[in-house]
């Protein structure tokens, strides 16, 4: 299971939303330092999520992304404001390896087909959103008319291979992942899923692995201190 250390981007600043309120949100400091931190601390991957860009549909700390890219060796996972293949373009240009469509990939079906035919399913992976239950779109302020599962059964037909899957009302509050949700998801999709939301132990680490999930976000729990990047991988080893 990969981990990847999370770093989100609000009006230029790393920070953590609680349950994807932008209006409840913590300062960690400066983007491109965290993402030296992180690497410093044995960090393999970086989750990056232009938030401004994700409530806003428009892209807007991609500067931001190239300073990070150029600071550290790491690959740069990116989403928040892809709609659009220029978008893709550009986040590509600024450093990532692999872009996350999350709300195009259910509001513009054909844009999501164009992106994955256009750059491979390598290089495009879906974010899957849920909140109630249900697929949530723009930000998170949206439900889409999906169930989450349902919704990653129609990722992997229309030949998406890999999701970043995240329980909003989990997301920044430290109460555990969704793993029974998480895991039914990877079980019924064929997707490799992700996980993302409410990571609080170093025991779900170990049980999302036996689980067969293929990734994990490190956020909140590593940014409050109460398990560092390293303690996480012996976690994911054992």
């Known amino acids: 299971m990969i981990l990847y250390p999370a770093i989100d981007i609000l009006n230029g600043r790393a920070v953590r939303l609680y349950k994807g309120d932008k209006n409840k949100?913590?300062?960690y400091g400066e983007p491109v330092e965290i993402a030296r931190q992180w690497e410093s601390c044995g960090a393999e991957y970086l989750h990056v999520v232009d938030l401004d860009g994700a409530?806003?549909?428009?892209?807007?700390?991609?500067?931001?992304?190239?300073?990070?890219?150029?600071?550290?060796?790491?690959?740069?996972?990116?989403?928040?404001?892809?709609?659009?293949?220029?978008a893709v373009r550009r986040a590509l240009a600024a450093g990532a390896t692999r872009v996350i469509i999350g709300t195009a990939a259910f509001t513009s079906?054909?844009?999501?087909?164009?992106?994955?035919?256009?750059f491979g399913a390598e290089k495009i992976i879906a974010g899957l959103d849920s909140k109630d239950g249900f697929a949530a779109i723009k930000g998170w302020a949206e439900k889409?008319?999906?169930?989450?599962?349902?919704?990653?059964?129609?990722?992997?037909?229309?030949?998406?291979?890999?999701?970043?899957?995240?329980?909003?009302?989990?997301?920044g509050a430290l109460t555990g992942v969704n793993i029974p949700l998480t895991a039914q998801i990877k079980a019924i999709s064929g997707l490799e899923v992700i996980a993302s939301?409410?990571?609080?132990s170093l025991?779900?680490?170990k049980s999302l692995r036996r689980a067969g999930i293929d990734g994990l976000i490190l956020g909140k729990a590593i940014f409050d201190k109460i398990f560092t990047i390293r303690e996480a991988q012996k976690a994911n080893e054992s």
Do not use: H, M
Request: hydrophobic letters at 45%; charged letters at 25%; aromatic letters at 8%.
């Open 109 to 118: 079906p054909n844009f999501l087909r164009e992106a994955l035919d256009l």
């Open 144 to 171: 889409f008319a999906l169930k989450a599962e349902d919704a990653a059964i129609d990722l992997f037909n229309k030949g998406v291979r890999t999701i970043v899957f995240t329980d909003i009302f989990r997301d």
């Open 25 to 27: 949100v913590t300062d």
């Open 203 to 205: 025991n779900e680490i």
């Open 55 to 86: 409530f806003s549909g428009v892209q807007t700390n991609l500067k931001t992304v190239e300073r990070i890219a150029a600071a550290t060796n790491l690959p740069i996972q990116l989403g928040g404001g892809v709609r659009s293949l220029d």
């Open 197 to 200: 939301g409410g990571l609080a």
